[in-house]
């Protein structure tokens, strides 16, 4: 069975940072893309940032710059690290799987299995 366990999600005040991960279970991470996504409350989901298998990346406008993914493949976990987050951070952080293996999207219909999401909130 597939399974996608977010964690590392907290309160944090303006200017902190937070590493999300994502444990990865019943498939082996490094044979997809794989993506991190985001929901705001009243807001839809947005794509926060991507990885493939053979190291490229891409971020979100809103991500560049503060937002870093990675991927250890070895412990089938991929990360996200947020750093100098802001209250436009806040919302609940949710990775995601490719629905086809070498192919990164942006979109969310594009994935296949979502994990239950992390919240991220950002508040003095």
């Known amino acids: 069975e597939v399974q996608l366990v977010e964690s590392g999600g907290g309160l944090v005040q303006p200017g902190g940072s937070l590493r999300l991960s994502c444990a990865a279970s019943?498939?082996?991470?490094?044979?997809?893309?794989m993506g991190w996504f985001r929901q705001a409350p009243g807001k839809e989901r947005e794509w926060v940032a991507y990885?493939?298998?053979?190291?490229?990346?891409a971020y979100a406008d809103s991500a560049k710059g503060r937002f870093t993914i990675s991927r250890d493949d070895a412990e089938n976990t991929l990360h996200l690290q947020i750093a100098d987050l802001k209250p436009e951070d806040t919302a609940v952080y949710y990775c995601?799987?490719?629905?086809?293996?070498?192919?990164?999207?942006?979109?969310?219909?594009?994935?296949?299995?979502w994990g239950q999401g992390t919240q991220v909130t950002v508040s003095s």
């Open positions: 995601a799987r490719a629905r086809i293996k070498w192919v990164c999207s942006r979109r969310p219909d594009d994935h296949d299995y």
């Open positions: 019943g498939f082996t991470l490094g044979d997809y893309c």
């Open positions: 990885a493939d298998m053979i190291g490229t990346k």
